[in-house]
């Protein structure tokens, strides 16, 4: 059984528990995953997943790391269990990053290290600088820091707004068919048929009000760019990207070089979801990552690979 199958070892892990936490005026469910080995230093993870997702679709991360770090699976705002309020004003990224910090401090026992996918990229980047103080590091899987250029931000918020209206006329299995049909997630076809059952399954659980309403409010045209923030980062970040992926492959090295403290690992193989498509170098990358920080914070420095090495394989 693969890394993305159980935690590392044979030791039975309890099953993950449900949690509601009130978090920037909503309601928002997490499920936890506490580590088989409990110790004193043990890392704490808030993980974010991407537009469409929830909880569970980022059980693999879960499943890999958290034989010894106790691990937290936020549902954003309209995604999962959680609220999907009505008003789009509490889907801007804004309100987004307020809602996750505010998830961190009631969720965690100490500062999380920030992991997010995709949406959940933008959501945890942005959060962090709003709140650098509330987390240790910031993972980022196939994320970028918004759209830049005003033109592709109008064309890219003009066709989010289609995507939104074509949910709300049309309900979710169109709309999620065509969805997981997009060349960004082709590579997603090595799962097999039932991994992607299981995803348009969970997809079609959502909520389409809560969709439409995310697409408009978070969507990457509809947030504010923040590339011009990414130097206030102190943080030590680790971006992860899928060797095939190539766009965002670009996009990595371009916040890499952006941001102080940040390397790029690419994911040979994998696509978009690196988490998923290869999720024994994806733990591993990030277990060494968190041992690095972890260790660099208990010998009273910032861990800095970017400037010693920066980009790797």
């Known amino acids: 059984m693969s890394g993305a199958g159980r935690a590392r070892g044979d030791a039975p892990r309890p099953a993950a528990r449900s949690v509601f936490v009130e ?5 928002l469910h997490a499920l936890v995953d506490e580590p088989v080995a409990t110790r004193p230093d043990r890392p704490e993870l808030l993980v974010l997943h991407g537009f469409t997702g929830c909880a569970a679709s980022m059980a693999g991360v879960a499943l890999a790391l958290a034989a010894d770090a106790r691990v937290v699976r936020l549902e954003l705002v309209g995604h999962g269990a959680s609220d999907a309020p009505a008003a789009p004003a509490l889907y ?18 100490a500062r999380p290290h920030l992991l997010g996918y995709s949406m959940g ?9 709003a709140a650098p103080e509330a987390f240790t590091s910031l993972i980022l899987i196939g994320a970028t820091a918004g759209i830049a250029d005003p033109a592709a931000r109008a064309e ?17 299995e169109r709309f999620v068919d065509a969805w997981m049909e997009q060349p960004l997630f082709a590579s997603q076809a090595r799962l097999g048929p039932e991994a992607r059952a299981r995803a348009r399954a969970e997809r079609l659980a959502q909520r389409p009000h809560g969709l439409a309403n995310s697409l ?6 509809a947030q504010l760019p923040l590339h011009d923030r990414l130097g206030e980062l102190a943080l030590p970040v680790l971006l992860v990207v899928g060797e095939a992926d190539a766009k965002f492959r670009a996009i990595a ?9 940040a390397r790029v690992e690419v994911v040979p193989g994998a696509g978009h979801a690196a988490h998923l498509e290869a999720p024994d170098h994806f733990s591993a990358i990030v277990r060494a ?12 420095r910032v861990a800095t690979p970017a400037a010693e090495g920066g980009a790797r394989r």
């Open 289 to 300: 990552f968190l041992a690095e920080v972890g260790s660099a914070a208990r010998a009273g």
């Open 121 to 129: 990229g933008r959501a945890a980047l942005a959060a962090a600088l």
């Open 23 to 27: 978090a920037g005026g909503l309601r």
């Open 92 to 109: 801007a990224m804004a309100a987004c990053a307020e809602q996750v910090g505010a998830a961190a401090r009631a969720l965690a026992r």
């Open 253 to 261: 090295a371009e916040l890499a070089r952006a941001i102080p403290h």
């Open 156 to 172: 890219r918020i003009a066709s989010d707004e289609r995507l939104a209206l074509e949910i709300e006329r049309d309900g979710l």
């Open 216 to 221: 408009r409010g978070m969507g990457a045209g």
